[in-house]
C-alpha cells in the first residue's frame, strides 16, 4: 500500500509543476494578483519575457482598445494569466471592461467596484500571441496602466507587469486631437469580439501633420532642431514643457530614424555642461525606459547617470512608432543633482534638446543627430515656444573661413604661380602688380582666419567636442596662415644664398594651408552643429575640379605648348614663372628689354583669370549663402509651403 500511495503522490506532484492556474484566478487575488500555487510558491523577480502592449496609447471615454500579451522572443508560450487597467491616482481604481471572447478562453471577473473589469483564463493550454478588447470607462478622464500576472508554467510565473501609460480622453476630442499614433511596428488592430453593452464605436480621423506640435504657443512650450522646425512641423528632435500647477512634464519626441535617444536639459546657460539630463531611450524587449542623467564641462566632458536620483523622473507616456522616439516624461519639481539643486518653480533655466544615433552601457552617446538650446533662460510656467540661441558667430566663422581659403587664398596663390611675368612695365605702391595683389589677398587670408578663429572660440567657449577632424584640421590650418606672414617678414635679399630655403618653405606652407583648409571645410559639412545639407559637397567638389583644371591648364599648357613655340623665336625670353623655377636667385645679365613687355599669350593668361575669378566669386558667394541660410533646406521648404498658401 505504501508505494502504491508514493506514487500516485509523485504523480500528483509533477502533475501539478505542469498545471498551470486550472480554472484561473479568483477575485481574492484582485488586490496582490499573486497566485496561490503549491501553498506558497514565490513569483520570479527576474525580467519577464512578456510585456502587455497596447495598441495605443490614447482612447476616447467607452472607447474599445486591443491589449495583446507578447512575448520575446516571440515563439515563447504561457499558460495562464490575470489582467486589469488600474488608474495611476491614490488609492488606484480598476477601471474599464473587457470582452467576452467567442471560443469561450477567456474568463471575466470582477475587482473592486467594477463589473468584469478583470480577465483571466480558463485553461492553462498554451497561448501564444493572445489578446484581449478592453473598453474605456465612461466615468474617467486620466491617465492608466494594465498590470498583469503572467504564469509560463505552474512554478515560473511574474506578478505586476505593467505596461506603458495609456491616457483616456473625453469622447469625441480625437476627431480634432489624434492620439499619438498607433504602433506600426506591431501587428495591426484586431475588430474587438462583441460586449454586452458596446455605444457605437467612434471612427478616427487623423489630421495631416504630427500631434505632437498641437498646441505648441497655447498650453505648451515647444522647441526644437533644426532652427524654426517648429513652426515649420520638420523637427528631427524637439522638446515641450508642460505646467499644470506644481505638475512639470517634458514631452520629448525623436522625428529622425536614425536615434537612439532623444533627451532634453536644465542648463543654466546655452552651453552643455553642468546640467541636469531626462532621457528616453528604447531598450529591446521593454519599451522605452526614462533615465536622469548629468553632463560635465571642461575639460571632462560627458554625460553619466552614476550618482543620479532616478526617483525625481516618472515616465508617464510613450511609444516607438516607425523609428520615432516619443515619451512624456514627469519631473519632480524640486531636487538636486550631484549637489546641484532644481527649483522648477521659482527658478529659470535654458532647455536643451538633443539626439543622437547611440548609447553607451551607463549613458547616451554622442548627439551626432543634433542639439540645440533655447536662447536665454526663462520660467518653465510661462507658455511660449522658446527661440533657439544666437549662431551669429557659429555662421560668420564658416563664412569668414569659405572666402579665406576657397575665396582669397585660392586666387593669390594663383598670381603667384602664374603672372609673375603678367603686367610686365606696370607697378602699384612701387611693387610688381601680381606682388601687390598676392600680399593683399593673402592679408585679407589671414584676417578673415585670424577673426573666424576667434568667433569659433567665443561660441565655443573651449575646445569641440564633436567627433569630426574639423576642428584638428582646422587649427592646423590657423596655424600655417599665423605664421606664414612672419615669415615673409624676415625673408632674405634676393641675392641671398638663404633665399631659396624660404622660397621653399613660403610656398610649402602656403600650399599645405590651402589643401588642409579646403578640406577642414569638408568635414565642416558633416558636423550637426553647422546644419548644411549633403549636397553641398558637390559644390565643394565642383570647386576643387574647376580649381585643379585651371592649374593644368596654366601649367601644362603654357609650360610644355606655348612656352615651347615661343621658345623657338625667343630663347632667352621667359614665358611665364613658376615656382619651382624661382627657387633660387636669379640668373643675372637679362636684358632691361625682356623685362619691359609681357610674356607670350599675357591677353590670354589675363582673360583665364578673369573667367577663373568670376566663377571663384560665384562658387564663394553661394556657400556662404548656404551657410548663413542654414539650415537652408527647412527655410527653402518653409517659403514654399508660404507660397502655395
Not at 527576474?46 to 515563439?75: C, Y
Not at 487597467?85 to 477567456?106: C, E, I, L, M, Q
Not at 525623436?254 to 541636469?276: E, Q, R, T
Not at 601649367?555 to 623665336?569: E, H, P, V, Y
Given at each position: 500500500?505504501?508505494?502504491?500511495?508514493?506514487?500516485?503522490?509523485?504523480?500528483?506532484?509533477?502533475?501539478?509543476?505542469?498545471?498551470?492556474?486550472?480554472?484561473?484566478?479568483?477575485?481574492?487575488?484582485?488586490?496582490?494578483?499573486?497566485?496561490?500555487?503549491?501553498?506558497?510558491?514565490?513569483?520570479?523577480?527576474?525580467?519577464?519575457?512578456?510585456?502587455?502592449?497596447?495598441?495605443?496609447?490614447?482612447?476616447?471615454?467607452?472607447?474599445?482598445?486591443?491589449?495583446?500579451?507578447?512575448?520575446?522572443?516571440?515563439?515563447?508560450?504561457?499558460?495562464?494569466?490575470?489582467?486589469?487597467?488600474?488608474?495611476?491616482?491614490?488609492?488606484?481604481?480598476?477601471?474599464?471592461?473587457?470582452?467576452?471572447?467567442?471560443?469561450?478562453?477567456?474568463?471575466?471577473?470582477?475587482?473592486?467596484?467594477?463589473?468584469?473589469?478583470?480577465?483571466?483564463?480558463?485553461?492553462?493550454?498554451?497561448?501564444?500571441?493572445?489578446?484581449?478588447?478592453?473598453?474605456?470607462?465612461?466615468?474617467?478622464?486620466?491617465?492608466?496602466?494594465?498590470?498583469?500576472?503572467?504564469?509560463?508554467?505552474?512554478?515560473?510565473?511574474?506578478?505586476?507587469?505593467?505596461?506603458?501609460?495609456?491616457?483616456?480622453?473625453?469622447?469625441?476630442?480625437?476627431?480634432?486631437?489624434?492620439?499619438?499614433?498607433?504602433?506600426?511596428?506591431?501587428?495591426?488592430?484586431?475588430?474587438?469580439?462583441?460586449?454586452?453593452?458596446?455605444?457605437?464605436?467612434?471612427?478616427?480621423?487623423?489630421?495631416?501633420?504630427?500631434?505632437?506640435y498641437d498646441q505648441c504657443g497655447d498650453t505648451k512650450s515647444c522647441f526644437g532642431f533644426p532652427e524654426g522646425c517648429v513652426?515649420?512641423?520638420?523637427?528631427?528632435?524637439?522638446?515641450?514643457?508642460?505646467?499644470?500647477?506644481?505638475?512639470?512634464?517634458?514631452?520629448?519626441?525623436?522625428?529622425?530614424?536614425?536615434?537612439?535617444?532623444?533627451?532634453?536639459?536644465?542648463?543654466?546657460?546655452?552651453?552643455?555642461?553642468?546640467?541636469?539630463?531626462?532621457?528616453?531611450?528604447?531598450?529591446?524587449?521593454?519599451?522605452?525606459?526614462?533615465?536622469?542623467?548629468?553632463?560635465?564641462?571642461?575639460?571632462?566632458?560627458?554625460?553619466?547617470?552614476?550618482?543620479?536620483?532616478?526617483?525625481?523622473?516618472?515616465?508617464?507616456?510613450?511609444?516607438?512608432?516607425?523609428?520615432?522616439?516619443?515619451?512624456?516624461?514627469?519631473?519632480?519639481?524640486?531636487?538636486?543633482?550631484?549637489?546641484?539643486?532644481?527649483?522648477?518653480?521659482?527658478?529659470?533655466?535654458?532647455?536643451?534638446?538633443?539626439?543622437?544615433?547611440?548609447?553607451?552601457?551607463?549613458?547616451?552617446?554622442?548627439?551626432?543627430?543634433?542639439?540645440?538650446?533655447?536662447?536665454?533662460?526663462?520660467?518653465?510656467?510661462?507658455?511660449?515656444?522658446?527661440?533657439?540661441?544666437?549662431?551669429?558667430?557659429?555662421?560668420?566663422?564658416?563664412?569668414?573661413?569659405?572666402?579665406?581659403?576657397?575665396?582669397?587664398?585660392?586666387?593669390?596663390?594663383?598670381?603667384?604661380?602664374?603672372?609673375?611675368?603678367?603686367?610686365?612695365?606696370?607697378?602699384?605702391?612701387?611693387?610688381?602688380?601680381?606682388?601687390?595683389?598676392?600680399?593683399?589677398?593673402?592679408?585679407?587670408?589671414?584676417?578673415?582666419?585670424?577673426?573666424?578663429?576667434?568667433?569659433?572660440?567665443?561660441?565655443?567657449?573651449?575646445?569641440?567636442?564633436?567627433?569630426?577632424?574639423?576642428?584638428?584640421?582646422?587649427?592646423?590650418?590657423?596655424?600655417?596662415?599665423?605664421?606664414?606672414?612672419?615669415?615673409?617678414?624676415?625673408?632674405?635679399?634676393?641675392?641671398?644664398?638663404?633665399?631659396?630655403?624660404?622660397?621653399?618653405?613660403?610656398?610649402?606652407?602656403?600650399?599645405?594651408?590651402?589643401?588642409?583648409?579646403?578640406?577642414?571645410?569638408?568635414?565642416?559639412?558633416?558636423?550637426?552643429?553647422?546644419?548644411?545639407?549633403?549636397?553641398?559637397?558637390?559644390?565643394?567638389?565642383?570647386?576643387?575640379?574647376?580649381?585643379?583644371?585651371?592649374?593644368?591648364?596654366?601649367?601644362?599648357?603654357?609650360?610644355?605648348?606655348?612656352?615651347?613655340?615661343?621658345?623657338?623665336?625667343?630663347?632667352?625670353?621667359?614665358?611665364?614663372?613658376?615656382?619651382?623655377?624661382?627657387?633660387?636667385?636669379?640668373?643675372?645679365?637679362?636684358?632691361?628689354?625682356?623685362?619691359?613687355?609681357?610674356?607670350?599669350?599675357?591677353?590670354?593668361?589675363?582673360?583665364?583669370?578673369?573667367?577663373?575669378?568670376?566663377?571663384?566669386?560665384?562658387?564663394?558667394?553661394?556657400?556662404?549663402?548656404?551657410?548663413?541660410?542654414?539650415?537652408?533646406?527647412?527655410?527653402?521648404?518653409?517659403?514654399?509651403?508660404?507660397?502655395?498658401?
Amino acid at each position: 500500500m505504501l508505494p502504491c500511495f508514493l506514487v500516485l503522490f509523485f504523480f500528483v506532484n509533477s502533475f501539478t509543476t505542469v498545471v498551470c492556474l486550472p480554472n484561473g484566478a479568483p477575485e481574492s487575488t484582485c488586490e496582490s494578483l499573486l497566485p496561490f500555487h503549491g501553498g506558497g510558491i514565490k513569483p520570479l523577480t527576474t525580467v519577464s519575457p512578456f510585456n502587455i502592449v497596447p495598441l495605443s496609447t490614447v482612447v476616447e471615454q467607452g472607447q474599445v482598445l486591443r491589449v495583446e500579451i507578447q512575448a520575446d522572443p516571440r515563439e515563447l508560450v504561457f499558460g495562464g494569466f490575470m489582467i486589469h487597467a488600474r488608474t495611476r491616482t491614490t488609492p488606484y481604481r480598476v477601471v474599464g471592461r473587457f470582452a467576452k471572447s467567442a471560443d469561450g478562453t477567456v474568463k471575466l471577473i470582477n475587482c473592486g467596484d467594477g463589473v468584469e473589469n478583470t480577465a483571466t483564463h480558463v485553461s492553462p493550454a498554451p497561448k501564444l500571441d493572445f489578446g484581449l478588447d478592453w473598453q474605456a470607462p465612461n466615468d474617467y478622464v486620466g491617465e492608466i496602466y494594465f498590470i498583469a500576472t503572467i504564469a509560463q508554467e505552474y512554478d515560473k510565473f511574474w506578478v505586476g507587469i505593467q505596461s506603458e501609460s495609456i491616457r483616456i480622453v473625453t469622447r469625441g476630442s480625437l476627431l480634432s486631437t489624434p492620439s499619438n499614433g498607433i504602433s506600426t511596428s506591431r501587428r495591426p488592430f484586431h475588430q474587438p469580439t462583441s460586449f454586452d453593452i458596446v455605444p457605437n464605436r467612434t471612427k478616427i480621423t487623423k489630421k495631416l501633420g504630427d500631434p505632437f506640435y498641437d498646441q505648441c504657443g497655447d498650453t505648451k512650450s515647444c522647441f526644437g532642431f533644426p532652427e524654426g522646425c517648429v513652426e515649420q512641423k520638420n523637427c528631427k528632435a524637439a522638446v515641450a514643457t508642460i505646467v499644470n500647477g506644481e505638475s512639470y512634464v517634458f514631452e520629448m519626441k525623436a522625428f529622425d530614424p536614425n536615434a537612439a535617444y532623444v533627451a532634453s536639459a536644465l542648463s543654466m546657460d546655452n552651453k552643455m555642461g553642468d546640467d541636469s539630463v531626462m532621457e528616453c531611450v528604447p531598450e529591446r524587449g521593454q519599451g522605452i525606459k526614462a533615465y536622469a542623467s548629468w553632463t560635465f564641462s571642461s575639460p571632462k566632458y560627458g554625460v553619466t547617470r552614476e550618482n543620479v536620483p532616478q526617483s525625481i523622473v516618472k515616465l508617464i507616456d510613450s511609444s516607438y512608432t516607425n523609428n520615432q522616439i516619443y515619451c512624456r516624461v514627469e519631473r519632480d519639481a524640486l531636487s538636486v543633482v550631484r549637489g546641484v539643486s532644481f527649483d522648477l518653480v521659482r527658478n529659470k533655466y535654458n532647455i536643451l534638446v538633443a539626439s543622437g544615433s547611440s548609447n553607451k552601457d551607463n549613458s547616451v552617446g554622442y548627439h551626432d543627430i543634433g542639439r540645440e538650446s533655447t536662447a536665454s533662460a526663462r520660467a518653465l510656467a510661462e507658455i511660449s515656444n522658446f527661440g533657439t540661441a544666437s549662431k551669429l558667430f557659429l555662421r560668420l566663422h564658416g563664412a569668414f573661413m569659405v572666402a579665406a581659403w576657397i575665396g582669397t587664398a585660392s586666387l593669390g596663390i594663383l598670381l603667384a604661380r602664374y603672372f609673375k611675368q603678367t603686367w610686365i612695365g606696370s607697378s602699384s605702391c612701387g611693387k610688381d602688380i601680381w606682388f601687390a595683389w598676392h600680399r593683399f589677398l593673402m592679408f585679407l587670408t589671414w584676417v578673415l582666419t585670424m577673426a573666424g578663429t576667434i568667433l569659433i572660440v567665443l561660441e565655443l567657449k573651449g575646445w569641440s567636442k564633436a567627433r569630426n577632424p574639423h576642428a584638428v584640421l582646422g587649427s592646423i590650418t590657423t596655424i600655417l596662415c599665423f605664421l606664414q606672414p612672419i615669415g615673409a617678414f624676415f625673408r632674405p635679399h634676393p641675392g641671398s644664398k638663404n633665399r631659396p630655403i624660404f622660397n621653399w618653405m613660403h610656398w610649402l606652407g602656403g600650399n599645405v594651408a590651402h589643401i588642409i583648409g579646403v578640406v577642414a571645410i569638408f568635414f565642416a559639412v558633416k558636423l550637426s552643429k553647422a546644419e548644411l545639407p549633403d549636397w553641398l559637397d558637390y559644390i565643394l567638389v565642383a570647386f576643387v575640379a574647376f580649381h585643379v583644371l585651371l592649374h593644368l591648364i596654366f601649367s601644362i599648357f603654357f609650360w610644355t605648348q606655348i612656352a615651347g613655340c615661343a621658345s623657338d623665336r625667343r630663347t632667352s625670353q621667359r614665358v611665364t614663372s613658376f615656382p619651382m623655377t624661382d627657387m633660387s636667385p636669379p640668373r643675372t645679365g637679362l636684358k632691361s628689354t625682356e623685362r619691359a613687355q609681357d610674356a607670350p599669350y599675357s591677353k590670354l593668361r589675363r582673360s583665364l583669370l578673369g573667367i577663373y575669378t568670376s566663377v571663384l566669386v560665384l562658387i564663394v558667394a553661394a556657400l556662404i549663402f548656404i551657410i548663413v541660410l542654414a539650415p537652408i533646406d527647412q527655410k527653402f521648404e518653409a517659403l514654399k509651403s508660404q507660397m502655395m498658401k
